[in-house]
């Protein structure tokens, strides 16, 4: 959500600035904009819509100069318009970008406009700009009136600030929102994730929870929560530069679905062995820290929040241990008891999810055995804060309809539960089966994606389609949660998944020839179960789409069309049941004419509330 480029240089940096907001540009917005200082001015330029628009208007007149800011607004406080775009200002002199939510703005707008200062924006973020030139009235430099200001805000920020009158600097600060400094030679950046700034550097220092940092040319200074300075270690990227490149694909959506064998065996390379799960695979101390866990809590958002309602199967049923999930959003907000010997774990792709970080906090102080996050961005607040961490490997994750990350994370809550599963007496014949049958999951995901022209045949279905409901039992049931989502996230057609027995109960209500309704059913004991509730549907004109593994042995018929998966062992079939429903989700939305990888109103990294 949002995203910031800042930079600090010798050589002109708008083009700097441009690309990696570029970069960032799955992140999710509605409007982009510069601001840089030239001769001792402070110019800017906004564009609602791409950064291709803001490109645009650079190309016709160029910006010169050396230090700069750059952003791409997704809208909060105020209508996506040019005058509430980023960078905002304060008079001729500062210039703000900031990532967040400033929970105060209403009571300092109405200060500062009692001090004279005139508002031309509607959001809160314009507020940063003129406390900080007002802070500057009774500061010797832009640092401490920085630190003056951020004292004042109330909310998350991720906030960077350029003055005019000073152009050898730029001062950023952290609250909730992330920022990333990269480091160069006689130049150094910032932005908020490392992705934006890969063409420049590689050479990372991850800013604290309450930072504040001065940069220079040559210098990093940087103070903590308590104003104290303080050194971050830097750290060198893995990521790839390409890694925000299509290759030969239409979208970054369908990329990441091909990309899914690689992930998940780069995700297992030297943390599984012929036999056994390599626990310190979660960090260090692991084993010491997950012996004696009776009870596991996950907490995330969207489709991190559907792996954990499949892991909650897997946790009981194999480890025997009770586990909870909920929503972020909810845990944050209501009173909760802790079981003894608890495990709390997060999921989050980006690791900056706001909701999840906050519940994490708040778990710190609830009497938790310990915390565990599973997470694809190291460096991340929710690795840096958590005391075990799993890292995904799934490599960038562009699309903002997650796909590669959902199977990587239940890979990785596989790992999960027979790492657990150990220390209570789990049978290591059991363990054998299970690790046996992940190291096979990459070649039947391969396998499953070669029913791609099947599936995009069958999505002309979908073509005059407003509605659609997705069953699925036990296990199944949070996948078909993610096939409804997917399918909404992009085609914006309305889905909704329902644990199949459920149907009588009200859902049934919806069933006609016009409503289509997914069905994923692997060969499992519930299997004469759901075919009942199929018939229930048929019974009542609705068109049935199966997604059935071959030995079900399911036939095609009037009212029903059958997509046939290999077998694969029950306890592995919610990871490749997935597959061919988040192909069906983009087939869809390619026939809607939808925006596959930036689908309207949505953003990739929610660090926001």
């Known amino acids: 959500m949002c995203g910031i480029v800042g930079a600090v240089a010798q050589r002109d940096v708008a083009e700097i600035l441009v690309e990696g907001l570029r970069r960032l540009e799955y992140r999710g917005y509605d409007s982009a904009g510069v601001a840089i200082i030239n001769d001792e001015n402070l110019n800017r330029v906004r564009r609602v819509g791409k950064v291709a628009e803001l490109s645009n208007a650079l190309s016709e007149e160029p910006l010169a100069g050396g230090t700069g800011i750059a952003h791409t607004r997704w809208a909060t406080h105020g209508e996506p318009n040019e005058k509430n775009a980023h960078p905002h200002v304060s008079g001729e002199n500062i210039a703000v970008v900031h990532n967040g939510i400033i929970e105060n703005h209403s009571q300092l707008r109405e200060r500062l406009q009692s001090e004279g200062f005139v508002f031309s924006s509607d959001t809160d973020t314009e507020v940063i700009a003129h406390l900080i030139e007002f802070e500057l009235r009774t500061s010797d430099s832009l640092i401490q009136a920085v630190q003056k200001a951020r004292k004042q805000l109330e909310g998350a920020y991720g906030t960077v600030v350029i003055d005019r009158r000073d152009p050898s600097r730029m001062v950023v600060a952290r609250s909730g929102s992330p920022l990333v400094i990269g480091l160069g030679i006689a130049e150094n950046f910032v932005a908020s994730d490392q992705l934006a700034l890969l063409p420049v550097t590689q050479n990372f220092i991850f800013l604290e929870e309450g930072d504040v940092a001065e940069i220079t040319r040559r210098e990093i200074n940087i103070v903590d929560l308590n104003d104290e300075i303080v050194e971050r270690e830097a750290k060198i990227s893995d990521i790839s530069h390409d890694a925000g490149d299509k290759g030969p694909y239409k979208h970054f959506m369908l990329k990441e679905i091909y990309e899914q064998p690689d992930a998940i065996n780069s995700t297992m390379e030297g943390r599984i062995s012929e036999t056994d799960v390599v626990t310190e695979c979660f960090g260090a101390g692991a084993n010491e820290l997950l012996a004696g866990i009776d009870h596991v809590q996950i907490v995330a958002c969207g489709t991190s929040y559907n792996s954990g309602m499949v892991a909650r199967y897997w946790f009981e049923e194999i480890a025997g241990v009770t586990c909870q999930v909920e929503i972020a959003s909810e845990f944050r907000y209501r009173k909760s008891v802790v079981p003894k010997n608890s495990l709390f774990v997060t999921m989050s792709q980006s690791g900056e999810t706001a909701d999840t970080l906050a519940a994490l906090r708040i778990a710190k102080d609830l009497g938790y055995k310990s915390t565990l996050t599973i997470c694809n961005v190291p460096g991340s607040s929710l690795v840096r804060e958590s005391d075990l961490a799993y890292m995904m490997r799934a490599g960038a994750e562009i699309g903002v309809a997650s796909t590669k990350a959902f199977t990587v994370q239940l890979v990785g809550l596989m790992l999960l539960v027979l790492s657990i599963g150990k220390h209570r007496g789990l049978a290591s ?181």
């Open 429 to 609: 014949e059991k363990i054998a089966e299970i690790v046996k049958g992940l190291r096979s999951l990459p070649g039947q995901i391969q396998q499953s994606l070669s029913l791609a022209p099947i599936i995009e045949e069958l999505a002309e279905d979908f073509a005059d389609k407003h509605h659609s409901l997705f069953l699925g039992r036990g296990s199944q049931h949070p996948i078909a949660m993610e096939g409804a989502l997917k399918l909404k996230e992009i085609s914006y057609i309305h889905a909704e998944a329902y644990a199949a027995g459920e149907l009588k109960h009200g859902p049934i209500a919806l069933i006609d020839n016009e409503m289509p309704v997914i069905v994923v059913a692997p060969n499992n004991d519930l299997l004469e179960k759901l075919r009942s509730n199929m018939e229930e549907v048929r019974a009542r004109g609705g068109q049935l789409y199966v997604f059935a593994d071959k030995a079900t042995k399911f036939e095609e018929a009037e009212g029903i069309k059958v997509i046939e998966l290999d077998h694969i062992d029950d306890l592995l079939a919610p990871v490749l049941f997935t597959i061919p429903l988040q192909l069906l989700s983009y087939y869809v939305a390619i026939i809607k004419g939808t925006d596959v990888d930036q689908p309207r109103n949505l953003a990739k990294s929610v660090t926001v509330e």
